[in-house]
Antibody, heavy 120, light 107 residues
Framework: QAQLVESGGGVVQPGGSLRLSCAAS????????LHWVRQAPGRGPEWVAL????????HYADSVKGRFTISRDSSKNTLYLQMNNLRTEDTAVYYC?????????????WGPGTLVTVSS | DIQMTQSPSTLSASVGDTVTITCRAS??????LAWHQQKPGKAPKVLIY???NLQSGVPSRFSGSGSGTEFTLTISSLQPDDFATYYC?????????FGQGTKLEIK
């Protein structure tokens, strides 16, 4: 049973940085694409970034391109999201999600999420 | 980006009812559509993938259909645990976009 647990959320000022972590267990970490998806208060989910199974391909939503970086440490079974130059509109719960193993974006499981608040 | 539009935004129903939620894509996405259920303060949960395939462990009263640009999620014989918000999501191309959600309320 795949388990994903996010951490690293908190309150940060506009223009600041934060790094989120997602600890994975229960599956072969290097065999699946992984995502970050966020959800602003009262809104639907918004896909943020994808890292493919071998870590060689990354894709980002236009809203975060150039500011956020997705990466992983396979020795620690951990996915990261480095967030720089944060804006108030980045305030959201950030979820880590794992693909089912089929086409990219076919999510199979979600973590419980971590809250990021960007405010002065 | 592909836009996903759900209807209705809110749906009131009673335990035992059968309800249908519609999701329309702004362009054809084949069958690359998932449905997720979310309860307040919790992460989404995958119900259906590839338009009509039930995720393991999801009750058979949930069913999905459609292809191209129009899709439906049907919940038969509503149970108290089913009152939640439902989102469709396309994954034919990034950005993988979600619908705005349908809140299923108890009548």
């Amino acid at each position: 049973q795949a388990q994903l647990v996010e951490s690293g959320g908190g309150v940060v000022q506009p223009g600041g940085s934060l790094r989120l972590s997602c600890a994975a267990s229960g599956f072969t970490f290097t065999a699946y694409a992984l995502h970050w998806v966020r959800q602003a208060p009262g809104r639907g989910p918004e896909w943020v970034a994808l890292l493919n199974y071998d870590g060689n391909e990354k894709h980002y939503a236009d809203s975060v391109k150039g500011r956020f970086t997705i990466s992983r440490d396979s020795s620690k079974n951990t996915l990261y999201l480095q967030m720089n130059n944060l804006r108030t509109e980045d305030t959201a719960v950030y979820y880590c999600a794992k693909d089912r193993g089929g086409p990219w974006g076919e999510i199979g499981s979600w973590g419980p999420g971590t809250l990021v608040t960007v405010s002065s | 980006d592909i836009q996903m539009t759900q209807s209705p935004s809110t749906l009131s129903a009673s335990v035992g009812d059968t309800v249908t939620i519609t999701c329309r894509a702004s362009q054809s996405i084949g069958s690359w559509l998932a449905w997720h259920q979310q309860k307040p303060g919790k992460a989404p949960k995958v119900l259906i993938y590839e338009a009509s395939n039930l995720q393991s462990g999801v009750p058979s009263r949930f069913s999905g259909s459609g292809s191209g640009t129009e899709f439906t999620l049907t919940i038969s014989s509503l149970q108290p645990d089913d009152f939640a918000t439902y989102y469709c999501q396309q994954y034919i191309t990034y950005s993988y976009t979600f619908g705005q959600g349908t809140k299923l309320e108890i009548k």
